[in-house]
């Protein structure tokens, strides 16, 4: 893989070992000058979410800097004992991942607009480059964009992802709830506990309690969000054969202007993966694939 001299994220202005956990979405290059904060957003933590500590969170956007040497991705991680940061190159891609990291983390408290409202210019985060790429995106771009990054993310050593593409029959999968259909899908988003960064603990719950009906199915892959920010692995459910997201609060519930590939996984495998499981978790990994995924965090 090629190299590029970018703007270094570094640990300036961000302490690794702070004791309150920082996501930082960090955009870099040599044309964003010196380092400086842009927004900073106190986010939540779920007390089942394996990936943060602590009761207190923030999530940080941040732009430029000294430069180093990185692979040359669209995007790199970095991580500390209290700190992720992951460092995009494209100011839309970073713009699109920090929306999408707002929605997943304080979507449960307000609503897009007013996240949109109280972070747009006046605070320094100009969104039109994100806009403007956003709105240029056909149906078709957003699939090929989806199978792009899922390739990046093996590249990167994501074997889980790699096992989803390579193992599993997956395929793109059908939304556009409409009717009986998605009267069934808002019962559902009204009866089960809808928890936003924990898409396989609340989509095994919602597999199980509406089992009985014969319409609904537990469903695991990789999503390409509505902001096409980045490949998400993800479980969703669908009923009678169409998609429905319980988990992204500012998605739609039939997840339109997202791209869903996945696979269907057999409710008495989801059971038992719930059973061993009170996080839940990918159901098709055994005891050992679990742990190791546990460890790459």
């Known amino acids: ?56 969170a923030s999530l940080i956007f941040t732009k430029g800097g000294d430069t180093i040497t990185i692979p040359e991705d669209t995007f790199a991680y970095q991580t500390g004992e209290n700190l992720s940061r992951t460092i995009i190159t494209d100011e839309p891609t970073a713009l699109s991942y920090f929306l999408f990291a707002l929605e997943t983390r304080i979507g449960g408290r307000y609503t897009e607009e007013d996240v949109i409202d109280s972070i747009d210019i006046p605070d320094g985060l ?45 395929e793109f999968r059908q939304t556009g709830l409409s009717g009986d259909t998605r009267a069934l899908a808002e019962k559902i988003a009204e009866s089960v506990e809808r928890r936003p960064t924990l898409c396989y603990w609340t989509a095994q719950h919602a597999a199980m309690e509406f089992q009985d009906t014969g319409r609904v199915e537990y469903v695991e892959g990789l999503v390409l969000p509505k902001q096409a920010s980045h490949a998400v692995r993800h479980a969703w459910i669908e009923v009678d054969g169409q998609v429905v997201e319980l988990t992204w609060p500012w998605h739609d519930l039939d997840g339109s202007g997202a791209v869903y ?37």
Do not use: C
Request: glycine share 8%; hydrophobic share 35%; net charge negative.
């Open 1 to 56: 893989m090629s190299e590029k001299t970018i703007a270094n994220a570094g640990i300036q202005g961000v302490d690794s070992q702070t004791d309150e956990h920082v996501m930082q979405v960090h955009l870099t290059g040599p044309e964003y000058g010196e380092f400086e904060f842009v927004v900073e957003v106190e986010v939540d933590v779920d007390e089942l979410d394996g990936q943060m500590d602590g009761e207190n």
């Open 126 to 170: 100009d969104l039109t480059p994100f806009y403007e790429w956003h709105s240029e995106l056909s149906p078709t771009d957003r699939r090929l964009r989806l199978i792009d990054l899922w390739e990046e993310r093996i590249e990167r050593g994501d074997w889980l992802s790699e096992k989803y593409m390579d193992e599993w029959d997956t």
């Open 261 to 297: 590939q996945g696979v269907s996984i057999p409710i008495n495998v989801v059971r038992k993966q719930r059973e061993n499981h009170e996080q839940g978790g990918p159901a098709i990994l055994n005891e050992k694939g679990k742990r190791l995924m546990n460890l790459m965090l």
